[in-house]
């Protein structure tokens, strides 16, 4: 067991390092020294670099370009005058599109206002920003130093890394060769306040400088992402604690719902924005110059919507039925005290590296070649 008031540092030595660096060096004089102007004020100072020669830090995220995580996070990168900030982040919430991007279709991007950085807001995914970003066809650079995700509302724990697009932003960044972090803070509803977000950044910016120089020296991993989890109350977390993705999940538990006479009907709002999962409209099958009625009966409480077409003639082949999602919690059994969520419960600063490949435990692997040999002698 470990003191409660020790820190977990278990980072490699190199980043380690760097960290006492960047902490002894926030004492001392420089752009970083302090964020407070003469006046005492806590406003953002500009600073002119005609030949900028600074590292390219691009940062997108998947709650959206107005989201207080994002924000905070750019100000502060801002404020210490150390890089050349830049922003490509979705328009909206894009929380679980997972890997997605956007194919067949024209996305929009718009230049938007964020102090001390040149940003764009997109309509499209993560992974669509990130690609757009680093293609050379939005900013004039085509590659940054560091692409950084997030901050995000909510944790992305276990299987939930497989729905996320903050994990997915930072992914793509790595396929294109380029360093990652995808950042995220584990919001409670009804406990947690949109400061822990300014908090969560005081707490991450240690990790970024200590990532970016190391990417200089080149000493920083090129094999891996290091998706980082803040726990709910930033400031009295435990220290940084090296961690392994777990089993975690929630349970997707779809119920049927009454139609109204709305067409878009199907289009809700999620009620779990901790983890920003989103709804799937389903009535797309109704005609899109349509309205729908409802009809008088109702089967196993899902209530069947008429499409009326175009010329105002029903069609009794096109019904939409309505479901919503809801999360439900679900116990986890695992107890390894490594693993990402224990990491956040505990209070620890989850640090998880995600590799592009992915690795297959010599139990697993033993099990399917067995399968594999035996269903193929079955099958001669």
Request: charged letters at 20%; one cysteine or more; hydrophobic letters at 35%.
């Amino acid at each position: 067991m470990r003191p409660s008031g020790e820190k977990a540092n278990l980072l490699p030595p190199g980043l380690v390092s760097n960290l006492q660096d960047v902490l002894s060096n926030r004492k001392g004089k420089g752009p970083a020294a302090s964020n407070n102007n003469e006046d005492g004020s806590n406003e953002l100072i500009s600073v002119s670099h005609d030949d900028d020669t600074r590292p390219v830090v691009m940062v997108t995220n998947a709650d959206g370009i107005e989201s207080p995580g994002l924000t905070y996070l750019v100000h502060a990168l801002v404020r210490q005058g150390l890089y050349n900030v830049h922003v490509c982040a979705p328009q909206s919430d894009e929380s679980t599109s997972s890997h997605s991007f956007t194919l067949k279709e024209t996305i929009a991007v718009t230049s938007t206002e964020i102090h001390g950085a040149t940003a764009y807001a997109v309509t499209g995914t993560p992974v669509d920003c990130v690609s757009l970003a680093l293609s050379g066809a939005l900013f004039s650079w085509s590659k940054p130093a560091l692409v950084i995700s997030g901050i995000n509302k909510g944790s992305s724990c276990g299987h939930n890394m497989f729905y996320s697009g903050i994990v997915a932003g930072a992914r793509e960044s790595l396929f294109s060769g380029v360093p990652s972090i995808s950042i995220s803070l584990d919001w409670k509803k009804d406990e947690s306040q949109e400061s822990d977000f300014k908090d969560a950044v005081g707490v991450c910016l240690q990790l970024i400088n200590a990532a970016l120089r190391d990417i200089e020296k080149g000493s920083f991993p090129k094999c891996c992402l290091l998706h980082v989890q803040v726990p709910k109350t930033p400031l009295t977390n435990k220290g940084f604690k090296l961690t392994k993705q777990s089993h975690w999940s929630l349970k997707l538990c779809w119920q049927a719902i009454s139609a109204s006479r709305n067409p878009a009907a199907g289009r809700f709002v999620p009620n779990q924005q901790s983890l920003g999962l989103q709804l799937a409209q389903l009535g797309r099958d109704a005609s899109a110059a349509g309205a729908a009625r409802r009809l008088a009966t109702q089967k196993n409480n899902i209530e069947e919507v008429e499409s009326v077409g175009v010329a105002g003639k029903s069609d009794p082949n096109q019904k939409a039925k309505y479901f919503r999602l809801e999360l439900l919690d679900k116990k986890q059994e695992e107890k390894d005290e490594d693993l990402d969520f224990r990491a956040l419960e505990n209070g620890f600063v989850a640090v998880t590296p995600v590799s592009l490949v992915m690795h297959v435990e010599a139990d697993v692997r033993a099990a399917a070649s067995q399968w594999i040999s035996t269903a193929l002698q079955v099958e001669q």
